[in-house]
DNA sequence: CAGCATCCAAGATGATACTG
DNA sequence: CAGTATCATCTTGGATGCTG
């Protein structure tokens, strides 16, 4: 028995809280190309296809928020933004690097399930 | 360089098209929920705490047709239903579990990171 | 017990335009 | 370049009532 007697999936416990922010699309994918360095805010971006500038922006201070990413504004001409993981982020970043390939390795064969599946219960 | 050449992130491949369903919450605590043994229908909806009996149906639906878990009906008066893992489910499990407690054993320091960062930018 | 159907409110997200 | 603001939409999900 662990040293915890409340339960895991309950909405009162801390990490419930803030499941909800990293079980999110665009909180993994962020977090994952973050991963190995620094990158700016227009080259997420277009590297992250299908996030618009609002969630790019709106993902990118939340994460910020909770200490997963740092925010670096330099002083240059037009002003360079980079992002960058934390040591906290980093050991979060790892597992849902995990995450990503395995959609990455397996999608082909999640996509084949649905097929059968849905020729077995297709209807008239 | 790995043995793609499209980018992981981008909507067009076939992970991401169903990264979407197993980057949310329910998904991930049914899927860890189930890792063990096999969970019946009303027993998920008293565990899990905050879902919906609408959510636990649906999502368990999703997960059937994705090959992750598995349905069974027993024909007892009423009747038993059972959810199961199957083999794909159990790989995606484990990386989920991993997520899951790691939002559990760092919970407290994303929240104190909230507070550090609503302090210093707070509004007058 | 294990669901499905319907209605509806709230939040998430996209599109567009503007700013330091 | 790196955002913010506003508006419109579209999905999500809760509440409720019914069924085999």
């Not at 499941?19 to 700016?40: C, E």
């Not at 277009?46 to 504004?73: H, V």
Request: with cysteine; net charge neutral.
């Amino acid at each position: 028995m662990p040293d915890y007697n409340y339960n895991v999936y309950a909405s009162a416990c801390p990490s419930r809280i803030m499941f909800d922010s990293i079980s999110n699309k665009w909180t993994m994918f962020i977090l994952d190309r973050l991963r190995d360095q620094p990158v700016r805010f227009n080259q997420l971006l277009r590297e992250i296809e299908g996030i618009s500038q609002k969630m790019l922006s709106q993902t990118l201070k939340t994460l910020e928020r909770d200490g997963l990413i740092t925010r670096t504004a330099f002083p240059t001409v037009p002003v360079t933004v980079e992002y960058a993981i934390t040591p906290l982020g980093q050991t979060l970043s790892s597992t849902v690097h995990v995450l990503i390939h395995w959609a990455e390795h397996n999608g082909d064969e999640i996509l084949a399930a649905r097929a059968a599946y849905d020729a077995k219960n297709k209807q008239v």
